[in-house]
């Protein structure tokens, strides 16, 4: 980046010595002959008179334009005139011109040799010109130790200009020991005679405390009184002076003024630092073009920071065509002058590849040349090469070193480096307050991008207390002055409410500003704008255009979110086996996110074959980013033991782990683990209370299993409308079983008004969602008409869907129609292997049915034993019909030793449960008093509950108690309607007694009085009224 501030003190390069011709002193050399003419004409006539004097003044008349045009040649013939005459003056100047080609084609042999012989004669400004010459190498070897004894021959004899030349040999240590003490004295000498040049040195020893203490007022009076003597070096140090309000008051316009009254002078560091005022608009109004017109003539002139500053405007297009060529010639030429900002600018040339071929390790070495002189962008250039491992192999404490370095010269992009050093503890110990303090202090120089780093230490709380208020006012800042990072991270604060009020539209503008500087992080997240419409107009291809752009330029981020397009068919075809391919890509550089998805796609076989082993590792190293989504994976597959051991505990502490860190889903399994004690003691409550943390930030499972425990009782009172609500959040993300069970709801009125056609439509909803409970349900439906047309058929083919995915309840239900021939053909096989698959996944119906076939031998070998042990199975996981069932066994000894007293209890148990036939067994032993004491009454309850269940049995049993009058009032009109509904569902015995109404025996084997038989009849006659 070019300087913000000219603060360039170089004196003349030694190379450029500027030879002064004081008019002062040639006027005083030739004052008695100035006394004799009042004017040139008669100067004139006095040397075509053949007046020597007259002639040499007139020779300087001409060359000075003093009382005549100037006219160099004329300047010559005239020198010449009075050299012929041996006038010795005159024979100086003269061999000057011949040495210079002033007025005649330069002549070095001639010149010298005319400067030697009046050296020769003690003439002073002879002996100085003759150093001269030593000091440059013009006509003789170059010998810097003679020109400086010969400036010193003259100078101690008085002589201004070897005075002023003496003194510059000890200021830079040319020919002699480096003394500022000495180079001041002999400045002091020579000013003390108002020679400018002079004058302008001691004023740079004031400016600067070489040889003196610095003394800013006496420099400026030095520089004003060699500007007043018409030397330009010192008009443009005087120009500084009011640029920078050093000794004056800061004037940046009469700093122009000096700089174009010096640059016309051909001063080349005038002209530059005007140059510099028309790049910048400082002084001046902003002018490219004249920048770039000021550069040039000051770099033709060979002065390096012109020669830079010229090849930055043709790197970049400023004020003149873009021309990287030139840019590369310019900054060789400044570099070759070892100037070191144009070999910093050379190195980063080399190290990106611009106007040369890319050499990364060219880059570092001039890189350290000029790090080396103390260019602190080099020096910070250099420490980035190895903070990168570019062109060099990383060294972050190498980087440090030259960080610090640049930073001690208050460079504010190092001070920023380094204090990303010291906040990640890079090549250095951690010390995040240090951190802060260095991008404070780079922030405050004015350093967009330690703004921005400022920011990100308030939005997180890195060295300082989190403020996200002052995060974004940072960020903010950085922004407007076109920071890139400082936009992606403002534009992220909108979108995600960040210490300002969330606004998308406002996001994806900062997104769109930083994108368009090619900042991948932003290229990235507005392809995400895009891609789900926030802020902006959906529209998937131009997200997929933007996420391939970032991937393209290596953001892993982009390059996983690409990927998900692929998995999912967002704005591509599907391709799972590309989504393999990019998360594979991003996570090799380390992504956490694609580390995850790629563990995904290989834990559920997506695009790649399954293998629970590589998923788990992938899932350990996202999870090792703290990546929650891993984290809580790991811990599924430690829980089940997915690809490693299982381990509950360790699988409850990843969930734990995951869910303090806030990831919703983490909190459900952790519920889930509480609710039935997998690696915990269980804890219903704790589990709905985690569903409850989960379901609160919107997760579906855990608005579903909140439901749930609402729906049962589990962990919380029962409360079926709490639990409607619950159901509906997660049914309204499509959470499948919520759908389903907000359909039971509404089937059977549980919490909401009963609504068959909605339940009909949720069951549909979630069975083409492909979720096998929810098709079971709709098979329901079909088989029992209800909110549909009854269709068995259809039933079927719904419950052998869900049972071919592993559905328990449809495979049952499949059994069950095999078992009776609903819409199939009967077939106790087939009826015997679906109640074998839902068996095995422990479903209870199951077990008893399987159970029943095991006892009567149906589809089976008979196996009483087998039936037991599967009658307990279902009883022990509550099946009441199982529980009846093992009960019957217990009362007959099947399969186990006879225990009325044990089938007493188990019907109890059952019909506690609502389970009918076990109230009817139950009933029947009151009524017998079997291993209960009888009590007709008790009898009589137990066979009402299992007759409202339309048990055909207990209808008849019933009727009995009516017939008889035992336990209930004698109503033979009750007793016949109890008959005829028993006999309606299939009870021989009840059919039987209608058929013999004159029957003389009731149920309980006694005869029955004759006048019951008269009641009876008209009973039966009434009854068929």
Known sequence: MIEEKNEDRQSFDQDAVMVYIDPHLMQGLADVAAQKAANFQELLSAAQEGDLESAYQVALSYANGRGTSKDSELAFQWFQRAADGDHIAAQYQLGVCFLRGIGTEADIPRGLELITSTADQDYLPSVCELGLCYEMGTGVEESKERAAELYRQAAQQGDARAQCNL????????????????????????????????????????????????????????????????????????????????????DKERAARLYLQSAE?????????????????????????????????SAEQQYPRAQYLLGHCYEFGYGVEKSLEKAVALYQAAHHRSYSDGTCALGLCYELGTGVEQDKAKAVELYRQAAQQGNARAQCNLGFCYYQGIGVETDDKTAVEWFQKAADQEYPRAMMLLGECYENGYGIDRDAAKAVALYTKAHEAGHPPATCSLGLCYEVGTGVEVDKAKAVQLYRQAAEEEDARAQCNLGFCYYRGIGVEADDKQAAEWFQKAADQNYRRAIYLLGECYEYGYGLEKDVNRAIELYTKAHEAGYPPAACSLGLCYEIGTGVEIDKVKAVELYRQAAQQGDARAQCNLGFCYYQGIGVEADDKQAAEWFQK??????????????????????????????????????????PSAACSLGLCYELGTGVEMDKAKAVQLYRQAAEQGDARAQCNLGFCYYQGIGIEMDDSQAVVWFQKAAEQNYLRAVMLLGECRENGYGTERDMAQAVELYTKAHEGGYPPATCSLGLCYEMGRGVEQDKAKAAQLYRQAADCGDARAQCNLGFFYYHGISVSVDDSQAAQWFQKAADQDYPRAQMLLGECYENGYGVERDITKAVELYTSAHERGNAAAT??????????????????????????????????????LGFFYYHGISVKQDYTKAAELFQQAADQDNARAQYLLGQCYEHGQGVAKDLSRAMELYHQAADGGSKDAKERLEKGHSAKGTSGQEAPKQEKGLLKKALKLFKK
């Open 265 to 297: 002078e051909e001063d080349p560091r005038a002209q530059c630092n005007l140059g510099f005022f028309y790049y910048w608009g400082i002084g001046v109004e902003k002018d490219l073009a004249q920048a770039v017109l000021w550069f040039s003539r």
């Open 622 to 663: 996202a999870a090792d980013q703290d990546y929650l989504r891993a984290v809580y994976l790991l811990g599924e597959c430690y829980e089940y033991g997915y690809g490693l051991d299982r381990d509950e505990q360790q699988a409850v502490a990843l969930y734990t782990r995951a869910q303090q860190a806030g990831y």
């Open 167 to 250: 003194g510059f040999f000890y200021y830079r240590g040319i020919g002699v020991e480096e003394s500022d003490s000495e180079a001041v004295y002999w400045f002091s000498q020579a000013a003390e005679q108002e020679y400018p040049r002079a004058q302008f040195l001691l004023g740079e020893c004031y400016d600067l405390g070489f040889g003196v203490e610095a003394d800013m007022a006496h420099a400026v009076e030095l520089y004003t009184k060699a500007h007043d003597g018409g030397y330009p070096p010192a008009t443009c140090s005087l120009g500084l002076c009011y640029e920078l309000g050093k000794g004056v008051e800061e």
């Open 884 to 921: 009846c069932s093992l009960g019957l066994c217990y009362e007959l000894g099947r399969g186990v030793e006879e225990d009325k007293g044990r089938a007493a209890q188990l019907y109890r148990q059952a019909a506690d449960h609502g389970n009918a036939r076990a109230q009817c067994n």
